[in-house]
């Protein structure tokens, strides 16, 4: 074969999950899903060849709506594009730092057609730590019909619940009680990939005592990860200033971010830890 000619790539329209599941397993190995395709296309400009057949989901209508659960959860449908989820009112309503975070993504044009779904696989995602914040759920189209995990295994495993499974729904459960917080720290306002984001989700019993308290934190190639042992610290505590001057230093540590060329370790952990930090001050 002539290694200077590019493999043309067909590309499938199914009309349902099931046909899409079908197609995925009868072109096993030279297939890919491609959703609002704009991580795939900035992949390929940066060297990643297409297999020869895409399988866009594009057509699946019924992953690309938001709605309200008879339990006060949030459904998102994966096709879902990052913007539609930006200004809508239930995300508005019910998870501002949402809305705020996926704000965040690029610009417009880039939101207009990536999914939320596309995000989250993207494993980087800067919807991811809020996300993880709010203890989102991942529901996926499987061989035996629709399976649910926690989003926090999913980063932890960083690959689909089964090869081929389509990833369907994001479910936020009601978040009334609590404080979200998010921030992502870029080389500039917006239009950037992120240096460092943080992100947290609390609730405060009687007497400033913590009840519950979810921390993340990611950035540039830094999977988002929950910070499962500074939780812990926190649980049951007020915060004191000794309290806080531990976790700072707990923080720096479990989060274990690497540096690149953008930015060292240890500036990457510090801003980190002074983000949550401020954070946690300005609610106790
Ligand atoms: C100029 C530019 C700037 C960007 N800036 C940012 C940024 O600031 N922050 C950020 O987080 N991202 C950024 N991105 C990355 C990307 O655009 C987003 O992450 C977007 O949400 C990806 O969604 P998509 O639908 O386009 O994914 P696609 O490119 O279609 O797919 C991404 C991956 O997910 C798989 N996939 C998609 N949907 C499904 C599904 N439902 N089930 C199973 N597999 C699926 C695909 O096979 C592929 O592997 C940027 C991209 C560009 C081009």
């Given at each position: 074969m002539d290694v200077s000619m590019p493999v043309p790539t067909s590309v499938w329209q199914p009309g349902s999950l099931e046909e899409a599941w079908s197609l995925?397993?009868?072109?096993?190995?030279?297939?890919?899903?491609?959703?609002?395709?704009?991580?795939?296309?900035?992949?390929?400009?940066?060297?990643?060849?297409?297999?020869?057949?895409?399988?866009?989901?594009?057509?699946?209508?019924?992953?690309?709506?938001?709605?309200?659960?008879?339990?006060?959860?949030?459904?998102?449908?994966?096709?879902?594009d990052l913007e539609t989820c930006r200004t809508h009112l239930l995300v508005k309503k019910m998870c501002p730092s949402l809305s705020e975070a996926i704000g965040t993504i690029a610009s417009p044009a880039v939101r207009n057609r990536g999914?939320?779904?596309?995000?989250?696989?993207?494993?980087?995602?800067?919807?991811?730590?809020?996300?993880?914040?709010?203890?989102?759920?991942l529901s996926w189209f499987c061989e035996n019909g629709i399976r649910s995990e926690w989003l926090s295994d999913y980063v932890n495993r960083q690959e689909s619940?089964?090869?081929?499974?389509?990833?369907?729904?994001?479910?936020?459960?009601?978040?009334?009680?609590?404080?979200?917080?998010?921030?992502k720290i870029g080389r500039r306002e917006t239009f950037i990939p992120s240096i460092v984001t943080v992100a947290m989700y609390m609730e405060m019993a009687d007497q400033n005592v913590i009840r519950s308290i979810r921390i993340v934190a990611g950035g540039g190639v830094n999977t988002p990860r929950r910070l499962r042992g500074c939780e812990e610290m926190l649980v049951g505590k007020q915060l004191t200033d000794d309290l806080l001057s531990a976790l700072?230093?707990?923080?720096?540590?479990?989060?274990?971010?690497?540096?690149?060329?953008?930015?060292?370790?240890?500036?990457?952990?510090?801003?980190?830890?002074?983000l949550l930090l401020t954070e946690l001050q300005s609610v106790r």
């Open positions: 995925k397993k009868e072109l096993d190995g030279v297939s890919q899903f491609i959703a609002g395709g704009t991580l795939m296309q900035m992949q390929r400009e940066q060297g990643v060849v297409f297999p020869p057949h895409l399988i866009s989901l594009e057509q699946l209508r019924e992953l690309a709506d938001i709605e309200e659960t008879v339990d006060g959860s949030i459904r998102i449908g994966a096709l879902t999914t939320i779904g596309g995000n989250i696989l993207y494993g980087i995602g800067d919807a991811i730590p809020i996300l993880l914040a709010m203890d989102a759920r619940l089964e090869e081929g499974a389509i990833l369907t729904d994001i479910t936020i459960p009601s978040l009334v009680k609590g404080h979200c917080f998010f921030r700072s230093i707990k923080i720096k540590e479990e989060s274990a971010l690497i540096g690149d060329v953008f930015a060292s370790a240890n500036y990457r952990r510090t801003v980190a830890a002074n």
